[in-house]
């Protein structure tokens, strides 16, 4: 019986010095990203640990908002002969086979957007009218899929991320503010409905499912298990999660080491 295991990366499995948190001492982290040779993103040893512990009994499909150059930076989680079958990026745009784009799913992809009219075409005109506000540092694409900006934390309030929310959703958009990043994302481009094809496609029965963001929360809820770092964006509206959904106790890169931990537990 197969037993997916399907998990967003930043901030759920893997953290940059800025969402690590300090607990954690620097010999008991490990580099897993390196970008111009220096170290960008890290698990604990731990939590590494346990990842090669559950590898050969699961089938690991990593589940990111990266682009695949992005996502193929990530060399440290898996030994290179490990490397997933699977792996869905781009927030589900792309999905990766043996390293290839699957054309016939992004094909698919792509018609919807121009049918949802939510192409990066549709959304610019809107959006130049919020690159003016002062929050707004930078706009930038991912691929030719969606579109983020580069936000002043500072200046940006919870209103005004409530007030775009509701514009965009009448629009046929997810927002998602991450960080320095504010994520405006097709619907239609999403994890959970891209994990659904993979699921069928290889035939698993059992779904586990983990992530932070607001990008995650219908791959989260929709699993057999799913689990929420306690500091993430999903976590918002925690009395309302249903009992299979795990909400660590730990914040920061302890919160990567707790689900590896909570998934080893529920396999072994
Ligand atoms: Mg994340």
């Keep these: 019986m197969t037993i997916l295991f399907a998990s967003d990366l930043d901030r759920t499995l893997i953290y940059s010095k800025n969402s690590r948190g300090t607990e954690v001492h620097e010999q008991d982290l490990a580099a897993v990203e390196w970008v111009d040779e220096k170290p960008t993103a890290f698990m604990t040893t731990k939590e590494i640990k346990y990842f090669h512990k559950i590898s050969p009994v699961i089938t690991f499909v990593p589940v990111t908002t990266r682009t695949a150059d992005q996502y193929n930076r990530i060399t440290g989680i898996f030994k290179p002969s490990e490397k997933p079958t699977y792996a869905i990026v781009s927030n589900g745009a792309v999905i990766l086979e043996n390293g290839r784009p699957l054309n016939e799913w992004s094909d698919k992809v792509k018609r919807q957007l121009q049918l949802d009219c939510t192409t990066i075409e549709h959304v610019m005109p809107q959006l130049e009218a919020y690159a003016k506000k002062e929050f707004v540092l930078r706009v930038l694409h991912a691929e030719s899929w969606f579109v983020y900006m580069i936000i002043d934390e500072e200046m940006f309030s919870v209103e005004e991320l409530e007030n ?30 891209a994990l659904q094809f993979v699921k069928e496609r290889i035939g698993a029965k059992t779904v586990l499912a983990a992530g932070d963001s607001m990008l995650d929360f219908d791959m989260v809820m929709s699993a057999d298990q799913g689990y929420i770092p306690s500091h993430g964006e999903a976590v918002k509206q925690r009395e309302l999660l249903p009992p299979h959904i795990f909400v660590t106790n730990n914040s920061g890169v302890l919160a990567g080491e707790e689900i590896v931990k909570k998934v080893c537990e529920y396999l072994l």
């Design 164 to 193: 775009l929310s509701q514009i965009f959703y009448e629009q046929g958009f997810t927002l998602s503010h991450q960080g320095r990043k504010l994520y405006i994302m097709p619907n239609c481009i999403n994890k959970s409905t």
